[in-house]
C-alpha cells in the first residue's frame, strides 16, 4: 500500500480530525483554480493538507495563517512515520481551522533538507 492510501487510512481513525471542519480553496479572480494547479505540480494531497491543518506549527504572514510541519512537530504524532513524506510542507490561509479558506500549499525547502542527520561513528 502506498504512502498516501496509508495516510488516509489514519485520517479517517483521527479523532481530531473533526476540529478541521471543511476545506475551501480561495476563488481568486484571475486564478481561480490556483490551489489544485499547485498541489498536482507539487505532488501535495488534500490528506497532507489535513495533517498541516491538525498538527502543524502556526505563524503569521501577510495577513494570512501559515501551517508548517517539521520533525519536532510531527514526533509527537501518529503520523511520526510520515516524517520523510510530510516535512517542510506549509499550508497557506486566510483563516484557520475550523473551516480553513486556503491560499496555496507548498514545500518549504529549508524546512524540507532539514532532516534527521545520521550521526557516523568511528
Not at 85 to 102: E, Q, S, T
Request: proline share 3%; aromatic share 6%.
Amino acid at each position: 500500500m502506498d504512502a498516501n492510501k496509508k495516510l488516509t487510512r489514519l485520517l479517517e481513525r483521527d479523532s481530531n480530525c473533526q476540529a478541521i471542519g471543511t476545506i475551501s480553496a480561495v476563488q481568486r479572480r484571475k486564478d481561480r483554480n490556483h490551489l489544485e494547479r499547485r498541489q498536482q505540480q507539487r505532488a501535495i494531497s488534500n490528506e497532507m493538507i489535513k495533517v498541516a491543518l491538525l498538527y502543524g506549527k502556526k505563524g503569521f504572514s501577510r495577513g494570512a495563517t501559515v501551517f508548517t510541519l517539521n520533525d519536532r512537530i510531527l514526533a509527537k504524532t501518529p503520523y511520526a512515520k510520515f516524517i520523510d513524506l510530510l516535512r517542510g510542507l506549509r499550508v497557506v490561509c486566510l483563516d484557520g481551522p475550523p473551516d480553513p479558506k486556503i491560499l496555496t500549499a507548498y514545500w518549504h525547502e529549508a524546512t524540507k533538507r532539514r532532516g534527521h542527520k545520521v550521526k557516523a561513528y568511528h
